[in-house]
C-alpha cells in the first residue's frame, strides 16, 4: 500500500467488521432463501420436451428424438452466440422452439462476447445456458476447455449429470496404460535447492502473513511458497532465517519458467493448481512428509513443545522410521459408499459434512457411524491425515448459507487419528492435509476445474487408486488449525462448486465400479484419469498434466508402490528467489507533525517519542510522571518535550486501571479546549493505558490507539468495556470531514487480544526501544551472565558452575545500558507477554536465553499478566462470561483462562507472547539445560543474527509510520462545545456510561 492511499486504515487495515448477533441471524434467513432459491434453478429449472445434447469431442449435436419441433434463432440483437457447438457447416446450430419464447435482454445491456469456434452460428436464447454465456472459470483462461456440457430441457422437471461416457480419449496417446513402466529411472531436480524431509507447500496471491509466520516456526521443516502472475511483485519474505524452518523458498513465476520443465510449463496460471509446482519442487527435495496447507489456515501450536498433548501437534504424525505403529481409532461395520467424519469429531451442530460430500448423502445416518474402536496400523500404510479446522471450518457454500458458521469442533481428549474404511470415500482438502511419501503420487490437482473443486476431485481420484495399493486416508483427532478465511462471496463459491453439487454423487458411484486393468500403478493412474476425462468430470489438459505428472516423478526418482489388488538438523538457511525486493516506504519530509502522550508506562513514553522524533516529528509528554524515567536522557532530544500543564483529571490518572466518568471527560476538554499547545498537536498517541485515549475523543484530532498491554485496562464492567469497544469501533470507521484515526497495537499479543472482542486487525506498530538503546556496542568483557527474573531460574536454584549467573540487581543497583552489553548473554525468566524490558534487552543484541513455553507453562510466571481480568488488574474473572469474543474472532480459547482452568488455552495464547515471536533466543527446560545450551551457544553469531533482526524490525516500523502519518490531517481545529462535538463526530449524547 503507497502511503498515500486514501484507505489505509479503512479496507486494507480494517477487513473485519463487528457483527451483531441479530443481524447474524437475519442473514443465516436470508442466505437460507437464496440457497432454497438457486438448488430449485438447479435441480427444478424449467426445461423444453426438446432433448438437446451437445457433444464435447466430437461437436456433433443431434436432438434426442425425430419428432422435435422446428427452431428458430432468438431475434434479439443483444445477445452473442456461445462457443459453437458444431464442427461442419452442414450441421445445423440448436435453435428455440417457437413456443418458448425468447426472454428480453435491454440492448443497454449487452451480453459479454464469447469466442466461438471457426463455424458461424446464430444467436440462442436458452436461460439458463445459452444466455450470455461467460469463460467459466472452473476450467482456467484456457478457451478450448469451455464448451457446453450435455444441456438437457424437460418441460416437467430437472434433470441430473448422467455421469455415462460421452467421448473417447484417442488410444494413440496413451502413455502408460499399455505396458509395464520400467523403475530404472534417472534422478534429476527441477531446479537446486534445499535438500528437507519435511515440506511445507503452499500457494498464494497475497504477501506472508500469520499463517505462514506460524509455519516458519515449525523445527525441522521446511517450507516452498509458489507463486503466481497475481501475486505480489514486490513478495519479500521477511521473516528472519534460521528461525524454525530449515529453509523457506518462494518460487516467483519467473523462477516456474526458467525451470524449463514439462510439467511445470503444462500448468495454468491463476489457478490454484499452480501449488503442484511446490508439490514437485518438495518431492526433488528430499521431502517424507508435506504439509499442504493454504496461508488462511493457522496452526493453532507451532512452537516446540507447545502442544498440550500429541494430538495437537503436526510432528506427532509424522513417522519416524518404517515400521513405525500408528495408535488410530478403526470405524466399526461401515458399508456405506462415503463417509462423512464431521459428526464423529465434534461438529456441534447437525447435519454437518464437509465441502464435497454427496448432498444425497448429508442425511444419511449410515454415512456418519460414530461407532469406533481403538486399533493399531502400519504408519507405512497412511497416505493422507487431513486435519479439522476450527472457526471457519472447510464446509460448502450451502452449508454456509443455512447453518451456524463460524464454529469450533467440540474439544475432547481423543488422540488417536479417525481412518476412513477401506471402499468408503470422503472428500479431504487442500487447506491443512498431511501428505506421507507413500502416497505422493496423490497430490496432483486437477487444473481443468475450478479450484473449489479441484482438491475434492483430488481426493476422490486419488481414494480409489489408495485401495489398489493398500494406503489408507484418516483425519486427525483434533484440529491443528485455525481458519482466518480470506474474503469468499458464498454466492461466488456456490456458483465455483456447481460440479461439486450435481457430480459428486454419480463420481462416487463411479469410482466404486470402476475397475483398473494396467499392471502398474502408473498405468492405472493414467488409466483412471482418462476415464474421468470421458465421463465429462475433467477435461483432456488434466489428462495430459497427469501424464506430465507422472514422468516427472519418474525423473525424480519417485519409488511408485506396487498394486496389491492386481486385478481388482541441518545447519538453517532460507532460500528466497524474488525479482523485486519490497519498495521503500516514503515519508513525506516536508510533513511534520505533533504528537501528545500522556502515558504511564516507562517503555511506551520512551520508545514512542524517540521513535517519532528520530523522523523529525515533535512529541509532547505530558502525564503525572513528568521528567522521571530510567532513561532521561531522551527528554532533552530536540523535538521532545515535557510538558507541565496537567489538566485534574490526568493528575488523577496514576495507575493503568482508573475508570473514566462522563465529568471527566468534560472536565479535561473544558481545561485544555483553548490550550496552545492542544492546538498546535497533530494525533493523540495512547497505550499504557491505550483506554486514555478516551479522554481525547471531542478534540477532533487523530486518534492513535497502540495498545501496549490490554487495551481494555481500566475498562472493568461490562458496560465500561462494551462502551470502550463501542469507541474503537467508531474510530476504526470514521472518515472525512472527522479525523482519519489509527488502530494498532505495539505486540502481537495485544494484536491478537484487540482482535478476540473488536474483529478489527490493528497495525503492527510493535515495540522496538532502539531508537533510544542505541550506541551502546557489544562488548562482552565480563564473565557473569546476568539474570532478569523475579522468582529465580526455573528448576533450581543453583548457579551455573561454569559461567556465574548474578542477578542483575545484586551487580548493578541502578544498572546503565552500557552496563549490559559486557555481558556475554542474559537470562530473562519474563513476567509479562509484553515487557519493555525484553525489548530494550533484545535491541541491544545480548544473546537471550528464556525458559521454554514447556518450563513456562508449569511456573505460571505470566499467569495474572496475560489477561486484563486477573487480580493484577480488573480483578473481575466473571468478565470472561459475559464479555464474548467478536463473531469475527478465529481463537479457539479464551484468553483469560490459566492452567488450572484449561491448560490448552494458556498454552495457546502464550505463544503470541513476545519472548517466544523474538527470533534467535535460546529456551531452556530447566537449569541443566539451560546449563548445556550455555556451554554450546556462539555468542558472537547469536549477537550477530539479533543486529540484523534489530535492522529489519527497524526498517519495518519505520515504513510503517511513515504510511500511517501520510495519513494524518493537520491544522483541525478543537471544537468549543462539548456535547456538540461528540454528537457530531460520535452521534453520541455521552461518551461514558457514568
Same mark, same amino acid.
Given at each position: 500500500?503507497?502511503? /498515500? ?64 419441433? #422446428? ?13 459453437? @457447438? ?28 464469447? @469466442? ?24 482456467? #483462461? ?29 488410444? $494413440? ?59 505480489? $511483485?514486490?513478495?519479500?519474505? !521477511? ?65 516446540? *513443545? ?8 503436526? !510432528? ?89 458458521? #463460524? ?38 490437482? #486437477? ?7 479441484? !482438491? ?27 481458519? $482466518? ?30 475397475? /483398473? ?5 502408473? *498405468? ?12 465429462? =468430470? ?8 497427469? &501424464? ?53 508506562? !516507562? ?12 523522523? /523529525? ?15 532521561? =536522557? ?142 551502546? @556496542?557489544? $562488548? ?17 536454584? &543453583?548457579?551455573?558452575?561454569? =559461567? ?135 555468542? /558472537? ?33 478543537? @471544537? ?15 461518551? &461514558?456510561?457514568?
Amino acid at each position: 500500500m503507497g502511503s /498515500g492511499s486514501s484507505e489505509y486504515n479503512t479496507n486494507r487495515l480494517y477487513r473485519r467488521v463487528l457483527h451483531s448477533s441479530a443481524r447474524t441471524k437475519c442473514y443465516v434467513l436470508i442466505g437460507a432463501a437464496v440457497v432454497a432459491i438457486i438448488i430449485g434453478i438447479i435441480y427444478f429449472r424449467p426445461r423444453s420436451k426438446t432433448v438437446v445434447n451437445t457433444e464435447a469431442t466430437t461437436g456433433s449435436t443431434t436432438p434426442s428424438s425425430p419428432a422435435s419441433l #422446428p427452431c428458430q434463432p432468438c431475434p434479439s440483437s443483444s445477445l452473442t452466440c456461445p462457443t459453437c @457447438p458444431t464442427t461442419s457447416p452442414s450441421t445445423p446450430c440448436p435453435s428455440i422452439p417457437p413456443s418458448t419464447p425468447c426472454p428480453s435482454v435491454p440492448p443497454s445491456t449487452p451480453c459479454p462476447s464469447v @469466442p466461438h469456434s471457426s463455424t458461424p452460428c446464430p444467436s440462442l436464447c436458452n436461460t439458463f445456458k445459452f444466455s450470455c454465456q461467460k469463460n467459466d472459470d472452473r476450467t482456467g #483462461p484456457n478457451p478450448a476447455l469451455n464448451s457446453i456440457h450435455q444441456v438437457k430441457l424437460s418441460g416437467i422437471t430437472g434433470k441430473t449429470f448422467s455421469g455415462k461416457a460421452t467421448r473417447t480419449f484417442p488410444s $494413440d496417446q496413451l502413455k502408460y496404460s499399455s505396458h509395464r513402466v520400467d523403475h530404472n529411472y534417472n534422478t534429476k531436480k527441477i531446479v537446486d535447492g534445499p535438500q528437507c524431509e519435511r515440506w511445507a507447500v503452499m500457494t498464494t496471491i497475497f504477501s506472508p502473513d500469520e499463517g505462514v509466520y506460524r509455519q516458519t516456526r515449525l523445527e525441522n521443516w521446511c517450507m516452498v511458497i509458489v507463486g503466481d502472475e497475481k501475486s505480489p $511483485d514486490d513478495f519479500e519474505v !521477511d521473516w528472519t532465517p534460521g528461525e524454525g524452518n530449515n529453509a523457506v523458498v518462494y518460487l516467483s513465476p519467473d523462477d516456474q519458467k526458467a525451470m524449463h520443465n514439462s510439467f511445470v510449463d503444462g500448468l495454468l496460471w491463476n489457478h490454484f493448481g499452480r501449488k503442484n509446482v511446490g508439490f514437485l519442487y518438495a518431492i526433488t527435495h528430499g521431502a517424507k512428509a508435506i504439509w499442504d496447507f493454504d496461508d488462511d489456515n493457522l496452526l493453532n501450536f507451532y512452537l516446540t *513443545g507447545a502442544a498440550p498433548n500429541p494430538s495437537l501437534s503436526l !510432528d506427532s504424525y509424522v513417522p519416524t522410521s518404517n515400521d513405525q505403529v500408528l495408535e488410530v481409532q478403526e470405524l466399526d461395520g461401515h458399508t456405506a459408499t462415503t463417509y462423512n467424519p464431521y459428526p464423529y469429531l465434534g461438529a456441534p451442530t447437525l447435519p454437518s459434512w464437509p465441502r464435497g460430500l454427496p448432498l444425497s448423502h448429508i442425511k444419511l445416518p449410515e454415512t456418519y457411524n460414530r461407532c469406533a474402536q481403538p486399533a493399531q496400523i502400519k504408519h507405512s500404510t497412511v497416505a493422507v491425515l487431513q486435519s479439522l479446522a476450527d472457526h471457519q471450518p472447510d464446509v460448502d457454500a450451502i452449508f454456509r448459507f443455512v447453518s451456524p458458521i #463460524p464454529f469450533n469442533f467440540q474439544r475432547s481428549d481423543a488422540t488417536r487419528p479417525l481412518m476412513i474404511p477401506t471402499r468408503a470415500l470422503t472428500p479431504y482438502n487442500a487447506q491443512a492435509t498431511l501428505h506421507l511419501k507413500p502416497g505422493f503420487w496423490g497430490l496432483l490437482l #486437477p487444473v481443468s476445474v475450478n479450484g473449489r473443486v479441484s !482438491d475434492i476431485w483430488r481426493s476422490y481420484f486419488f481414494q480409489r487408486l489408495f485401495w489398489d495399493v493398500g494406503l489408507r486416508v484418516g483425519f486427525m483427532a483434533r484440529p491443528l488449525v485455525t481458519q $482466518d478465511r480470506n474474503i469468499h462471496s458464498n454466492l461466488a463459491d456456490f456458483n465455483a462448486e456447481n460440479d461439486l453439487y450435481e457430480k459428486s454423487e454419480q463420481l462416487v458411484d463411479f469410482l466404486h465400479q470402476w475397475e /483398473g486393468k494396467s499392471a502398474t500403478l502408473v *498405468g492405472r493412474i493414467e488409466e483412471l484419469w482418462v476415464a474421468l476425462y470421458e465421463h465429462e =468430470y475433467i477435461e483432456i489438459l488434466d489428462v495430459k498434466i497427469v &501424464q506430465l505428472w507422472l514422468q516427472a516423478l519418474i525423473d525424480a526418482g519417485y519409488q511408485f508402490p506396487e498394486l496389491k489388488m492386481v486385478r481388482n538438523s541441518p545447519k538453517h538457511e532460507i532460500v528466497v528467489s524474488s525479482s523485486r525486493s519490497e519498495e521503500e516506504a516514503e515519508c513525506h519530509e516536508d510533513k511534520k507533525l505533533t504528537f501528545w502522550t500522556s502515558d504511564l508506562h !516507562d517503555g511506551s513514553r520512551l520508545d514512542l517519542p524517540s521513535l517519532l522524533q528520530s523522523m /523529525g516529528h515533535k512529541v509532547v509528554i505530558a502525564g503525572i510522571k513528568q521528567q522521571a524515567s530510567p532513561f532521561p =536522557y531522551v527528554f532533552d532530544r530536540d523535538g521532545i518535550e515535557v510538558y507541565e500543564k496537567l489538566s485534574p483529571t490526568l493528575k488523577r490518572y496514576k495507575t493503568h486501571s482508573i475508570a473514566l466518568k462522563e465529568a471527566e471527560v468534560k472536565e479535561n476538554f473544558e481545561f485544555y479546549k483553548n490550550d496552545e499547545k492542544i492546538a498546535s498537536v497533530d494525533a493523540f498517541i495512547c497505550s499504557f493505558p491505550a483506554s486514555m485515549c478516551e479522554l481525547w475523543l471531542p478534540f477532533n484530532k487523530t486518534i492513535i490507539y497502540l495498545p501496549a498491554h490490554r487495551y481494555n485496562l481500566g475498562r472493568c464492567t461490562k458496560e465500561e468495556w462494551d462502551r470502550l469497544n463501542e469507541h474503537i469501533a467508531l474510530l476504526a470507521a470514521s472518515r472525512e470531514p472527522h479525523p482519519r484515526h489509527i488502530i494498532a497495537a505495539a505486540s502481537v499479543y495485544d494484536q491478537e487480544y484487540l482482535k478476540h472482542y473488536i474483529g478489527l486487525e490493528p497495525l503492527p506498530f510493535y515495540s522496538f526501544s532502539g531508537f533510544y538503546t542505541n550506541n551502546n @556496542p557489544y $562488548d562482552p568483557s565480563r564473565e557473569e551472565i546476568l539474570l532478569f527474573s523475579r522468582i529465580g531460574i526455573p528448576g533450581s536454584e &543453583q548457579p551455573h558452575p561454569k =559461567y556465574p549467573i548474578v542477578g542483575v540487581r545484586s551487580l548493578y543497583k541502578h544498572y546503565k545500558l552500557s552496563d549490559l552489553v559486557n555481558h556475554r548473554a542474559i537470562v530473562y525468566v519474563p513476567h509479562s507477554v509484553m515487557s519493555y524490558t525484553l525489548t530494550e534487552l533484545y535491541s541491544l543484541s545480548v544473546p537471550l536465553f528464556v525458559p521454554s513455553i514447556k518450563s513456562m507453562h508449569s511456573t505460571h510466571c505470566v499467569s495474572n499478566d496475560r489477561s486484563s481480568l486477573t487480580s493484577q488488574y480488573c480483578n473481575n474473572m466473571s468478565l470472561d462470561g459475559v464479555m464474548h469474543p467478536s463473531i469475527a474472532s478465529i481463537h479457539p480459547y479464551s484468553p483469560n483462562l490459566n492452567a488450572p482452568e484449561d491448560r490448552e488455552a494458556e498454552i495457546y495464547w502464550l505463544q503470541f507472547s513476545d519472548f517466544f515471536r523474538f527470533p534467535h533466543i535460546t529456551y531452556f527446560d530447566d537449569a541443566a539445560d539451560l546449563q548445556h545450551k550455555l556451554e554450546l551457544a556462539d555468542f /558472537g553469531e547469536i549477537h550477530k543474527l539479533m543486529e540484523q533482526e534489530n535492522q529489519r524490525k527497524k526498517k519495518r516500523l519505520v515504513d510503517a509510520w511513515c504510511r500511517a502519518t501520510a495519513e494524518i490531517q493537520t491544522g483541525r481545529k478543537i @471544537p468549543q462545545d462539548y456535547s456538540k462535538a461528540i454528537q457530531e463526530l460520535y452521534g453520541v449524547n455521552r461518551l &461514558q456510561a457514568s
